[in-house]
């Protein structure tokens, strides 16, 4: 196996890891957990392997105090938060529903960048915007038309999904305009998590939903491997991936996540794989490859799912 093959093997493999990861979270739902206290473990947890990865790769932690802003910022806005209202999202709709919407970020990191920072929205990113939104559409029409909807509860799902995918737009764009996305990835990823720690350890508290004492064994060990696979094995097979094929190719084959977290949540969660859902993955998965093309005409940017 040549490189660029063993690059792409190796990103498909994240993806795949990172869509069987996310399909673990709610079950610890009714194990104790909630989506609070996961997205604090999900943090905590993958602080000890990423000290073990710094330290095996002997990777410097040093940052300026303006670093360190940035990166708490990054860490708490647009990772932890991000993170919350996926896990809240994906315990009002389907896994299978929620990640295909999140993913379409990319969407979101072009208007943001058209609107705030001047940059040219032109007739592809146009395209793609539509495609990818009618895609959301067919989510919104399957879930909320569906047997076993709550209406107004579902809604909220539906649309924390789409918020996530805001803020993690936001987590993009702010690593790039700070400077930030020059740094090591393991070392960026380890700040993130730290500050995430924190902000969740804060407001789990503040608001009684940090519930670590009620957490069976079962919770504890599934909330472990979920950060060991997102951490140690999707991530550092995405930086191998990148080193080899280059972070455009990449972002192209990261578009196979939310198609595996669709398998996967119906394979471990039970959730119903539809004609609309079909439809509605095709259609995300066409608008964000359209962007995936139109980007690396111009300045690449990596643009990979909600793992830190």
């Not at 498909?12 to 739902?29: C, E, R």
């Not at 993009?172 to 902000?199: H, R, W």
């Not at 969660?269 to 439809?279: N, R, V, Y």
């Amino acid at each position: 196996m040549n490189i660029k093959n063993n690059g792409v093997f190796l990103t498909m493999l994240s993806s795949i890891t990172f869509g069987f990861a996310f399909t673990l979270g709610p079950l610890t739902y009714s194990l104790g957990s909630n989506p609070v206290t996961l997205t604090f473990l999900r943090n905590f947890l993958s602080l000890p392997f990423l000290i073990i990865i710094i330290l095996v790769l002997k990777i410097n932690l040093k940052v300026t105090k303006k670093q360190l802003l940035h990166l708490t910022i990054l860490g708490f806005i647009g990772n932890a938060i991000t993170t919350l209202l996926l896990n809240i999202a994906f315990a009002l709709v389907d896994v299978g529903i929620v990640t295909p919407i999140h993913f379409t970020y990319p969407i979101f990191v072009t208007i943001g960048c058209a609107l705030f920072f001047k940059e040219k929205f032109n007739k592809q990113k146009l395209l793609a915007l539509i495609i990818s939104m009618s895609g959301i559409s067919c989510f919104f029409f399957s879930a909320l038309g569906g047997e076993q909807s709550d209406g107004k509860e579902t809604l909220l799902g539906l649309l924390l999904a789409v918020l996530s995918g805001v803020f993690y737009a936001f987590y993009i764009i702010y690593m790039d305009k700070s400077g930030l996305k020059n740094e090591d990835p393991f070392k960026i990823t380890f700040y993130v998590a730290l500050a995430s720690t924190l902000g969740m350890f804060l407001y789990g508290n503040f608001t009684n939903k940090l519930t670590l004492g009620t957490l069976t064994n079962k919770a504890w060990v599934i909330s472990c491997v979920f950060a060991f696979l997102c951490t140690v094995i999707a991530l550092s097979l995405l930086q191998l991936g990148i080193k080899n094929v280059g972070p455009s190719t990449a972002a192209v084959i990261s578009t196979f996540e939310p198609i595996t977290s669709v398998i996967f949540g119906a394979i471990l969660l039970g959730e119903h794989i539809t004609f609309i859902k079909i439809i509605a993955c095709i259609l995300i998965f066409i608008g964000v490859l359209i962007l995936s093309f139109s980007k690396s005409k111009e300045k690449p940017k990596i643009y990979c799912s909600s793992k830190n």
